[in-house]
């Protein structure tokens, strides 16, 4: 079992930034990649960025592309999302989320999510 705990979100006007944090605990040598994901009221959950463990390789959603950036520290086993230039429509319950294998891009485990308003 891998156990996720987020923090960092909050109130920020347009154009403000937050950052994020997704602490990982437990079988933490089983991560293949790590995950933020959001979803709005109303709205279905939608993929936001991940991250591969080992190679730090990323990969980003067009709609948060050149404004957010994931990063990882792997001594500690935390895994950042620098969100900029942040927009109404970024108001969300931001999710962080932990992929077990590569065969399978299903994410198993989630944290409990932490919420990010942006104010116009």
């Known amino acids: 079992q891998v156990q996720l705990v987020e923090s960092g979100g909050g109130l920020v006007q347009a154009g403000g930034s937050l950052r994020l944090s997704c602490a990982a605990s437990g079988r933490t040598f089983s991560i293949y990649a790590m995950g933020w994901f959001r979803q709005a009221p109303g709205k279905e959950r939608e993929f936001v960025q991940t991250?591969?463990?080992?190679?730090?390789?990323?990969i980003y959603a067009d709609s948060v592309k050149g404004r957010f950036t994931i990063s990882r520290d792997n001594a500690k086993n935390t895994v950042y999302l620098q969100m900029n230039m942040l927009k109404p429509e970024d108001t969300a319950v931001y999710y962080c989320a932990a992929r077990g294998q590569a065969s399978s891009p299903r994410y198993d485990y989630w944290g409990q999510g932490t919420q990010v308003t942006v104010s116009s």
């Open positions: 991250i591969n463990w080992s190679s730090g390789s990323t």
